[in-house]
């Protein structure tokens, strides 16, 4: 028992306090978290058995986290060729920027959307969740209206990006059919009836 008690106690990973008292702000899941302490402490390379042997995630949630990461702009992929040998290395300027960047940024209420999607679904969103919202807003998709979806189907008991299009198509197909009926009027031969 004593043993097993010593390896609970035995402290081999590290993380900056500055990047531990950040991270909060990066609103990251426990998997997210574990994926970059593992990859700071380690050796700064996708190595997904080892991964899983020394965090417990398994294949599938590794992935995950690691594409949010990226998604998220957080980490970026370093490819050298050495020797004849393509190295990829996994970079975290841009982590350590953004939490320069939330620490000095002043404290706003309002969240960038894609925190509010999670904050509502209570999960992180994944890659296609996040192109699809991106989609929306290069569709020239408002926030407000996005969010006013949001907040409709989160009422409705609904949490899944494909209710929260079904909104916003129906919301937009109401405003250009009233703005067609408007339009389509046939203003000039109007009885005087």
Do not use: C
């Not at 991270?23 to 990859?39: A, E, G, Q, R």
């Not at 970026?76 to 020797?83: A, C, I, N, R, S």
């Not at 509010?116 to 699809?132: Q, S």
């Not at 989160?154 to 209710?163: A, D």
């Amino acid at each position: 028992m004593t043993d097993k008690l010593n390896l609970y106690k035995y402290n081999s990973y590290q993380i900056n306090p500055y990047v531990l008292k950040g991270l909060k702000s990066l609103d990251l899941t426990v998997n997210d978290l574990l994926l970059i302490i593992y990859l700071t402490n380690e050796k700064n390379v996708l190595d997904i058995k080892d991964i899983e042997e020394k965090t417990s995630l398994n294949e599938e949630e590794v992935l995950s986290s690691y594409s949010n990461l990226l998604t998220k702009g957080l980490i970026e992929v370093k490819m050298e060729k050495l020797d004849g040998k393509i190295n990829e290395s996994i970079l975290f300027d841009n982590l350590y920027n953004k939490l320069i960047y939330n620490y000095n940024e002043p404290k706003n209420e309002e969240t960038d959307i894609y925190s509010v999607f999670e904050r509502e679904f209570g999960k992180t969103l994944t890659a296609m969740e996040y192109e699809i919202i991106n989609k929306w807003l290069e569709n020239g998709i408002s926030e407000d209206k996005i969010k006013d979806a949001l907040k409709e189907a989160v009422k409705s008991g609904v949490t899944n990006l494909r209710y929260v299009d079904k909104i916003i198509h129906e919301s937009t197909k109401r405003e250009t059919s009233s703005k067609e009926e408007l339009f389509d009027y046939d203003w000039i031969n109007e009885s005087d009836e």
